[in-house]
């Protein structure tokens, strides 16, 4: 398996580390892949997809996503930039936070993609969230050197894959889901990743029962194949939209673990689920190819093992 593709927006939301188990998931067809809560996008990125339509309600995200498959954000403009705003944010007062404000309140005015890239990547914990009057709302990560030149080149080789990638197949919309599934065709494969039902909320994120119950419609009436990911339980409780919507359709899990803080004992764990409305042979719990470089460094590792071992046999 090819190694993920890492996009240049974070969000806390990322789902990187999920990326190899949907994968396996995915059907190959002839149509598009269609994605309306694309977040950072790392998984239509990775869905190996010729044709791509990729919405969400965060016109910032897809502001960005335009100005790179356009040609406006290049490689090149990025790192001029974020070399000249790293400086500054090295030298500014208050231990780097006033040229972050700084940033922050003119990312408020101008919705800069450029601002939000630096916004993005120096906020706290990789996190994208906007107040109620749809402002910038995370704070700094307060480390004034964040901008270091290992920092910056992996950056702007991360806009310059998304570059690469994205062309005219590639089409960024800012549209509510209720818009963008009902034009899915049947050959077309839907990949939904809402906001979690009853977890965080910020302008963008909100999630009432109404929106989940949008959703179980739009999917429940699609010609096209979808994969849903959602969590299915965590030590406390039940995702009770399993029990009221989903288990209709196919569900697959897996244990996942994600950090809510930076310390070890912040370590949280969830089963996360992928429902789906097609057929597949794959296994209910758990389920994960074992990338192709893993399977030869295990045998490698296993033919050197037997090597030695044959010596030591033989010196014994
Ligand atoms: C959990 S995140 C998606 C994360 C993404 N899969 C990733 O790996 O980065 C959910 C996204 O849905 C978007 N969103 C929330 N409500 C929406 C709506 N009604 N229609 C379309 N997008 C929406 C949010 O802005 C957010 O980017």
């Known amino acids: 398996m090819r190694k ?27 149509g598009s892949w269609i994605e309306p809560f694309m977040g950072t996008g790392v998984v239509a990125f990775n869905a190996g997809f010729k044709k791509c339509l990729l919405s969400d309600i965060n016109p910032h995200i897809i502001n960005f996503y335009n100005e790179v498959k356009n040609g406006d954000l290049t490689p090149y403009k990025v790192r001029k930039y974020l070399e000249y705003e790293g400086d500054e944010l090295s030298r500014a007062a208050d231990e780097g936070y006033a040229h972050y404000r700084f940033i922050k309140d003119r990312f408020n005015k101008n919705h800069s993609p450029l601002d939000f890239l630096f916004l993005s990547r120096s906020g706290f914990n990789g996190m994208i969230r906007f107040n109620n009057k749809g ?11 964040r901008f270091s030149k290992a920092y910056i080149t992996k950056i702007v080789n991360q806009v310059a894959q998304i570059s690469a990638i994205t062309d005219s197949n590639w089409e960024f919309i800012s549209e509510d889901f209720r818009k963008v599934i009902p034009n899915a065709k049947e050959t077309d494969v839907i990949y939904c990743d809402p906001p979690y039902h009853g977890r965080y909320v910020d302008y963008y994120n909100g999630w009432e029962d109404e929106d989940e119950y949008d959703l179980f419609k739009a999917l429940s009436q699609t010609r096209a194949k979808f994969i849903l990911s959602t969590w299915h339980h965590n030590d406390y409780r039940e995702n009770t939209m399993i029990e009221k919507y989903w288990k209709q359709f196919n569900i697959i899990t897996k244990d996942h673990f ?3 803080g930076g310390k070890i004992q912040n370590r949280n764990s ?17 389920y994960e190819l074992i990338p192709i470089e893993e399977q030869l460094s295990l045998f490698e590792k296993k033919e050197k093992y037997a090597v030695s071992r044959l010596k030591q046999v033989v010196n014994e």
């Open 270 to 286: 969830i089963v996360e689920a992928l429902v789906f409305n097609f057929n597949s042979e794959i296994k209910k719990h758990n």
């Open 135 to 145: 402002q910038w709302n995370i704070p700094f990560c307060k480390k004034p050197n």
């Open 4 to 30: 993920v593709i890492v996009p240049p927006i974070k969000s806390q939301g990322i789902k990187t580390k999920l990326v190899p188990w949907i994968k396996a998931l995915i059907p190959q067809d002839e």
């Open 258 to 260: 994600y950090h809510s």
